[in-house]
């Protein structure tokens, strides 16, 4: 069993609607959650870092982590066909350890 | 955030050969690493370079073949030695201000190996 879990999708949606992205993990000593957006062929971006549970709004996106089932979101609202690219959950232990545990990415369209 | 290159972008190589791929920051991080992104798979971390000291490197990934290198702040290679077909894959390097800091990536270095 992998430890991350993630839809690899693709997932297509119209343009303007409510996106749902989500991934779920198996090791409770994840404490870091974190979202990046990779457009074809290009590098990982971050998106959203958050710590342990609870929610977190930048904009359009809101990352939901909820400890208890092992499980985070990313919600996209008004989705732009921009938005349109692959999107990895990422995490990681607490301290400082450094190594990310990333799920396979969900590839996400946005059509006009 | 910084700014960070990789070079080259792409190639493509002959089995048996190696290659090395430069990751250059545009300002002095403490920490930074080189991961692999395989085909339909998902990011796997080969090692923390570390400045001045040899390279940790996860479980599956050994330094004669991921030698890395890390001379200063701002500056790391990655070698990739006597390549095969399964060696195909985009190669990524990340860089932290602190250890347990935001990961940044770089744009990868796409590698085909024939």
């Known amino acids: 069993q992998k430890e991350v879990e993630q839809d690899p999708g693709p997932l297509s949606v119209p343009e303007g609607a409510i996106v749902s992205l989500n991934c779920t993990y198996s090791n409770s000593a994840f404490q870091y959650f974190m979202w990046y957006r990779q457009y074809s062929r290009k590098g990982p971006e971050l998106l959203m870092y958050?710590?342990?549970?609870g929610n977190k709004e930048d904009g359009r996106f809101t990352a939901q982590v909820d400890k208890s089932s092992k499980y985070i979101s990313l919600f996209i609202r008004d989705s732009q066909p921009s938005d349109s690219a692959t999107y990895l959950c990422a995490m990681r232990y607490s301290g400082g350890y450094n190594k990310l545990i990333f799920g396979a990415g969900t590839r996400l369209a946005v059509h006009p | 955030s910084a700014v960070i290159s990789q070079k080259p972008s792409r190639d493509i190589c002959q089995r048996g050969t190696s290659l090395t791929i430069q990751c250059q920051v545009d300002s002095q991080v403490t920490m930074m690493f080189w991961y692999r992104q395989q085909p339909g798979q998902s990011l796997t971390l080969i090692a923390t370079a570390n400045q001045g000291s040899e390279a940790t490197y996860e479980s599956g990934f050994v330094i004669d073949k991921f030698p890395i290198s890390r001379p200063n702040l701002t500056f790391s290679t990655l070698t990739v030695s006597n390549m095969s077909p399964e060696d195909s894959s985009i190669y990524l390097c990340?860089?932290?201000?602190?250890?347990?800091?935001?990961?940044?990536f770089g744009p990868g270095t796409r590698l085909t190996v024939l």
């Open positions: 990340s860089v932290a201000g602190d250890p347990g800091n935001e990961q940044f």
């Open positions: 958050t710590y342990s549970s």
